[in-house]
Antibody
């Protein structure tokens, strides 16, 4: 069965950096695009970023563009989110999620991880 | 800036049928937006119910169905059960690799 396990969350000061990881299993990781989605405390879901199955293209929400970088290591079945210049408004649970479309393109999300909490505070 | 719109709240009686919608502040939703529906209960990760308008995710009962109704995407729940009480989020593909979530609908079963 599909499993997505996030790690790397924690507390960081404003302006700091953090790298999240997502270990994937139960499917051919290298064949599917992957997303990061976040949820601030008490708020709704916000799509953050998407990476194509082969890592050749990446896409970002305006709120994180230029500060966050999504990447993947298909040899390790792992997705990453490098977060720089963190702000208080980046405080959220970060979820990694699998796209249902194999190979090129995107069709959304069919599986979610359990999430990891990032807190940006001094 | 286009916004994805959802009803803030909805209620349904046990055993009843409810249709939640997902629209755009400007324009119409079509299947080209690949609308997806996600269910979330407090303290839990989201769970995908429907993607690409009407494809049920693995293990999702056929009480849940997706469609396009007029100029909006729709999620219909038939035979509502107590554990359907959740927040429901739609997400739309805006093109160029970008997705956008709606603000969510809080569904009450009573």
């Amino acid at each position: 069965q599909v499993q997505l396990v996030e790690s790397g969350g924690g507390m960081v000061q404003p302006g700091g950096s953090l790298r999240l990881s997502c270990a994937a299993s139960g499917f051919t990781f290298s064949s599917y695009g992957m997303h990061w989605v976040r949820q601030a405390p008490g708020k709704g879901l916000e799509w953050v970023a998407f990476i194509k199955y082969d890592g050749s293209k990446t896409y970002y929400a305006d709120s994180v563009k230029g500060r966050f970088t999504i990447s993947r290591d298909n040899s390790k079945n792992t997705l990453y989110l490098q977060m720089n210049s963190l702000r208080a408004e980046d405080t959220a649970v970060y979820y990694c999620a699998k796209d249902p479309l194999a190979a090129a393109g995107t069709r959304g999300i069919d599986y979610w991880g359990q999430g990891t909490l990032v807190t940006v505070s001094s | 800036q286009t916004v994805v719109t959802q009803e803030p709240s909805f209620s349904v009686s046990p055993g009843g049928t409810v249709t939640l919608t997902c629209g755009l502040s400007s324009g119409s939703v079509s299947s080209s937006y690949y609308p997806s529906w996600n269910q979330q209960t407090p303290g839990q990760a989201p769970r995908t119910l429907i993607y690409s308008t009407n494809t049920r995710s693995s293990g999702v009962p056929d009480r849940f169905s997706g469609s396009i109704l007029g100029n909006k995407a729709a999620l219909t729940i038939t035979g509502a059960q107590a554990d359907d009480e959740s927040d429901y989020y739609c997400v739309l593909y805006m093109g160029s690799g970008i997705w956008m979530f709606g603000g969510g609908t809080k569904l009450t079963v009573l």
